[in-house]
C-alpha cells in the first residue's frame, strides 16, 4: 500500500514537472502548442485532485503521504521551471529571470562533466563564442583544475583535443585557460 502513495506522489511531481516547463518552454516546443497545453491542463488537474482523490479512497492514507506529494510536486515545478537558471536583476530587469545565454548553459554543464572530453563536449554543444569565452573563465579553470591529469603534456596536443570539439577561435583561448588553470605556463 506504501508503495502505491509513493508512486501516486511521483507521478503528481512529474506533472507538476510538465508544468514548470510549459512555462519556460521555447515558442517552437510542443508544450506552447494547442495539443501542449492540454496536456499541461491534464497534468494540473491530475497533480491536484489524484493525490488527494487517492488518499480519501484509501481512507486518508499514511500520516506522510500529505507532504510527500506537496514536497514531490514542489520540487517538480520547480525542476521544471529549472529555477537554477534564474538570476536576480538579469538584463537590467527587477526580479528574477532565467540566463539561457549559451555561456549560462556550459557554465553548467560543466559543472556536471565526469572527464575534460565531456566537459570540451559541452562546449561543442551549446555553441560557445569568443564572446563568451569571458564568462566561462572561472569555469573553464575549474575543469582545469579537476581534470589536469587527462590533458596532454604537450601544449599542442592539449589545443588540437580542443579545436576537435570547438572552431580554432575559441580553441585556442579555451587552450590558454586550461593551461593556467592546471598550474602549467603557456
Do not use: N
Not at 93 to 121: I, K, N, W
Amino acid at each position: 500500500m506504501d508503495g502505491l502513495f509513493i508512486g501516486i506522489a511521483a507521478i503528481a511531481g512529474a506533472c507538476a514537472y510538465l508544468v514548470g516547463y510549459a512555462f519556460i518552454a521555447p515558442r517552437e516546443s510542443f508544450a506552447r502548442t494547442p495539443g501542449g497545453g492540454a496536456v499541461a491542463g491534464a497534468c494540473v488537474l491530475v497533480a491536484l485532485l489524484g493525490p488527494p482523490s487517492a488518499a480519501a479512497l484509501a481512507g486518508g492514507g499514511p500520516w506522510w503521504f500529505r507532504p510527500t506529494w506537496i514536497g514531490a510536486e514542489a520540487v517538480g515545478l520547480l525542476a521544471g521551471m529549472r529555477v537554477w537558471r534564474m538570476r536576480p536583476g538579469l538584463l537590467g530587469r527587477r526580479g528574477l529571470a532565467f540566463d539561457e545565454s549559451p555561456a549560462s548553459r556550459a557554465a553548467v554543464g560543466m559543472q556536471l562533466a565526469d572527464s575534460l572530453d565531456a566537459a570540451l563536449d559541452v562546449l561543442a554543444r551549446e555553441r560557445v563564442g569568443v564572446r563568451d569565452l569571458e564568462r566561462l573563465t572561472p569555469a573553464l579553470k575549474h575543469v582545469a583544475a579537476r581534470f589536469w591529469h587527462q590533458m596532454p603534456e604537450r601544449h599542442g596536443d592539449l589545443y588540437a583535443l580542443v579545436a576537435s570539439h570547438v572552431e580554432p577561435k575559441v580553441a585556442a583561448i579555451v587552450t590558454g585557460v586550461l593551461l593556467d588553470g592546471a598550474g602549467r605556463r603557456r
